[in-house]
């Protein structure tokens, strides 16, 4: 008896560390499958910015201004928050300059033309039918789409403030190389309150706070 009660403590020694191993080899595999995903992320929110101020530089060399306003333009003054939230504003005359929208669809980008509750639903693929479609439809925002990175760039034009003006108060900053304009704290201020009065979303609230903190 006394041999066969030591038999099954060894052998139930021998499940416990076994099952011991399977736990901490399962939960390597989980972390590694993490940091992939992390790396994944990341990789891809750089390659979206190089693109995105890529963009901004090449609308400069061909005589449009823009400002970056929005989400990340408080990434760019140290926010914490984490978003994909590309906003630019540019001068309304641009809307029918066909250069604007040719940058756009040389990056592999296609003109929204159907949004529901914030999701994209269709786009154009074709260059000179999302031109026609902006000068019929002549919309205050005009998004843009890559599908295989998934970035979304929002052209805002004159709206909700003058491009013109935000830009005179805007400040430089230097982003992968390249100077791009950054709306002022104050004029981002005024842009929140905005969202927030017509949304009312906590995120919008933390970005005022924020914002508000780079005053004091």
Do not use: W
């Amino acid at each position: 008896l006394h041999e066969g009660f030591k038999l099954i403590l060894h052998m139930r020694m021998l499940f416990v560390s076994s099952h011991h191993r399977v736990q901490r080899s399962f939960r390597l595999q989980i972390f590694r499958i993490d940091c992939q995903v992390s790396m994944t992320k990341i990789e891809t929110a750089t390659s979206q910015l190089e693109l995105a101020v890529k963009i901004l530089e090449e609308l400069a060399k061909n005589g449009i201004e823009s400002t970056m306003i929005g989400g990340m333009a408080m990434v760019t003054l140290g926010s914490q928050r984490v978003t994909q939230d590309y906003d630019f504003l540019v001068d309304k005359k641009n809307r029918e300059q066909k250069k604007l929208i040719e940058i756009f669809y040389q990056h592999g980008f296609e003109y929204v033309s159907k949004m529901e509750k914030g999701k994209i639903v269709r786009t154009v693929d074709n260059l000179n039918v999302a031109f026609a479609r902006i000068q019929i439809d002549e919309p205050v925002t005009a998004f843009f789409y890559k599908h295989d990175i998934g970035l979304r760039m929002d052209v805002l034009f004159d709206f909700p403030y003058s491009a013109a003006e935000v830009h005179a108060r805007a400040v430089k900053k230097k982003v992968e190389g390249t100077i791009i304009y950054i709306a002022s704290v104050e004029d981002l201020i005024r842009m929140k309150e905005i969202a927030y009065a017509d949304r009312k979303k906590s995120s919008d609230l933390q970005d005022l706070e924020f914002l508000k903190s780079l005053k004091e």
